[in-house]
């Protein structure tokens, strides 16, 4: 510290009070000491501290940007009045401006005895902080692509942190740079830096590995404080230990972000930062899911409710609750709880837009309505429909027609085909991968690396892109493409994803003794040893009760008719009982599936009449189903 400096000196001179005021502005909470000159001293070293300065730096306007930098470029000295025509702002306003500057202690001013004028007082910047102050811009992009080699080329050995060599196991007089990074950049290094972490330090590097490695600095500021943390704890202890770099450049105002570097990125490839688990939160058990053909099935069933039951829309013109409800009981429940914010939403909502794509249904006055073309759907095998649903729904955004919005996927919309192609090929290359992996490449590739980013929209391009990622996951594993382990939300494809995505081989053959058939027509099957397409057949002509690790299903009336309603074929179910069980089944059993398959609740009527009368309640339900929003009279 020198008596000659300006900025000591400038310091000097305010009061107590006045020092507090100033520390405010320097993000400080309060002054260390109640001397005056102890805390003179203190401002003198945090006003040369890079993380501070960044903090005030980010907080001027594009106009204090330009003067500032004008003055920077200036040899740290203009006239007010070169300022005024460099800006093209009038001398007062500009005035104005540089009196915040001043405030902020980046600039001091000398004024002009000889004169009346303002114009020619001067106004410097405090060299101490004017070689720190970083004027580069990005055009290209680079500043978002860090790497930690030449981060360190750029420092002395004495300025790398205790804290850093401690944990990478480096001695405390560092032998050269080199030697160094090759310790910091060595799986063994990263993931001892990484053990280190505080929870919150931790859950911070998550934010900016979720953001595409990179994140605003007033978006982690935010995060920080809302965590009940303190920024300037938790940052410069990340930034100590090289996990992340504090990057500052112009694009009209000082852009402040948070940088991981490749080295680091790379090795979380591999090896994910799980979040910690807050306190009071119920960990999900751990499970592997898949939804199987389960939702296909479920456009079936869905066809079958409101042909024999209808459907009336509310005034608004959305689905009843009631009904919402009622279809719940009788559709499968396949796993949505990949994004725990989405897990609530009905079945109906996410079949609905799907049957409208493919034309299978309509409003007709406030009914929903069936046309011509389910006949046709529901005779086609499953895998073909699980391919006509998956290929009308990648092409759903080209569709300019907006259906009614009962008929729009509001909940969850359908997503954009080159994200979904990006997705499949990150699980296919990494055969398992951490759902925060996907997040994280394909932000960083489609936003942050993109030509043209800039940060000015950083936050509403990211929610955007986000949303994109969180769809394309979400109906691959609605559709039974993803194999999910919770809790952590590690993916991989699924078996039917392998078949769909990789044409693998799909067998249909289940295991003697796959199955066994209880006295009480309860059906236990085991999932290692049963297909999916032999699980499928059991879902569509049995009611599923339970599933833990095993299902169970009961095989009754009413499920086993509604199987052949749905367009499969009564004798296939039971040559795969047969198959499947290893004894033989019961001659009652056969007895009553073949009672129960001669004897549907199905009325043809050929010839004009004014009266159907039926004492069969189901059978009465399934007509009324079927006339409603037509020509009829009940």
């Not at 939160?281 to 409101?306: G, H, M, P, V």
């Amino acid at each position: 510290m020198s008596n000659d400096s300006v900025l000591l000196q400038e310091l000097d001179k305010l009061e107590q009070n006045d020092l507090k005021k100033v520390a405010a502005l320097w993000n400080l909470t309060k002054l260390p000491y109640k001397e005056k000159n102890k805390n003179v001293a203190y401002l003198y070293e945090i006003f040369q501290n890079d993380f501070y300065l960044k903090g005030v730096l980010e907080k001027l306007t594009q106009l204090q940007v330009t003067i500032y930098s004008s003055i920077l470029k200036n040899k740290n000295v203009l006239t007010l009045g070169e300022i005024s025509r460099k800006v093209n702002i009038p001398p007062i306003n500009v005035e104005m401006e540089l009196n915040l500057l001043r405030k902020y202690h980046l600039v001091y001013q000398r004024k002009n005895r000889e004169r009346l004028t303002n114009n020619l007082d001067k106004y410097h910047a405090f060299e101490e902080i004017a070689g720190l102050v970083p004027l580069e811009q990005n055009l290209k992009g680079d500043k978002y692509k860090i790497s930690l080699e030449k981060y360190l080329d750029r420092k002395k050995t004495t300025e790398i942190s205790d804290e850093w060599k401690t944990v990478v196991k480096a001695p405390k007089q560092l032998d050269g740079m080199k030697k160094f990074y090759v310790l910091a950049s060595s799986e063994e290094g990263i993931d001892l830096n990484l053990q280190s972490l505080s929870e919150l330090e931790r859950d911070t590097l998550v934010r900016v590995y979720l953001s595409g490695g990179v994140s605003e600095a007033e978006d982690i500021r935010s995060y920080v404080v809302t965590s009940r943390g303190k920024y300037e704890q938790i940052v410069p202890a990340l930034i100590a230990k090289g996990l992340v770099v504090d990057v500052c450049f112009v694009d009209e105002k000082f852009v402040r972000v948070f940088v991981i570097p490749d080295e680091i990125l790379k090795y979380v490839q591999t090896h994910p930062i799980l979040p910690s688990v807050k306190k009071g939160t119920k960990q999900r058990t751990e499970k592997l899911a898949t939804n199987d053909l389960d939702f296909f099935l479920n456009t079936k069933k869905l066809i079958s409710y409101i042909s024999r039951k209808g459907l009336v829309l509310a005034k608004s013109g959305k689905v009843k609750q009631a009904d919402h409800k009622r279809t719940e009981q009788e559709l499968l429940n396949p796993d949505i709880g990949i994004f725990p914010e989405k897990s609530q939403i009905y079945q109906m909502e996410l079949i609905l837009p799907v049957l409208k794509l493919l034309n299978i249904v309509d409003i007709k006055g406030e009914n929903i309505v069936l046309r011509e073309e389910m006949n046709e759907f529901n005779g086609k095998d499953i895998f073909e429909i699980m391919k006509l649903v998956v290929h009308e729904v990648n092409e759903a955004r080209m569709k300019r027609v907006v259906p009614a919005e009962v008929f729009t996927a509001t909940e969850m919309p359908f997503y954009d085909k080159p994200i979904l192609d990006k997705c499949v090929s990150l699980i296919i290359k990494a055969k398992r991968i951490h759902l925060s992996v996907i997040f994280s490449n394909i932000i960083r590739e489609h936003l942050i690396l993109s030509p043209g980013f800039r940060t000015k929209n950083f936050q509403s391009d990211l929610a955007e892109l986000r949303k994109e990622i969180m769809s394309v996951i979400f109906y691959l594993h609605l559709f039974g493409l993803l194999e999910v382990e919770y809790p952590n939300r590690f993916l991989s494809l699924s078996k039917l994803g392998e078949y769909f995505f990789q044409t693998g081989e799909l067998s249909h053959k289940t295991e003697k003794g796959g199955i066994t058939i209880n006295p009480d027509f309860t059906i236990i099957a085991f999932p290692d040893r049963v297909s999916i397409y032999g699980l499928h057949l059991l879902k569509a002509f049995t009611e599923l009760k339970d599933y833990d690790r095993v299902y169970t299903f009961v095989l009754t009336k009413e499920a086993f008719q509604l199987g052949i309603l749905l367009g499969y074929k009564p004798v296939e179910f039971i040559d795969f009982l047969k198959s499947s069980s290893k004894a033989d089944l019961a001659q009652n059993l056969l007895f009553l599936l073949e009672d129960w398959g001669g004897n549907l609740p199905v009325v043809e009527i050929t010839e004009d009449c004014v009266l159907v009368r039926t004492k069969d309640q189901n059978t009465m339900e399934l007509l009324l189903g079927q006339i409603k929003g037509k020509n009829c009279f009940g």
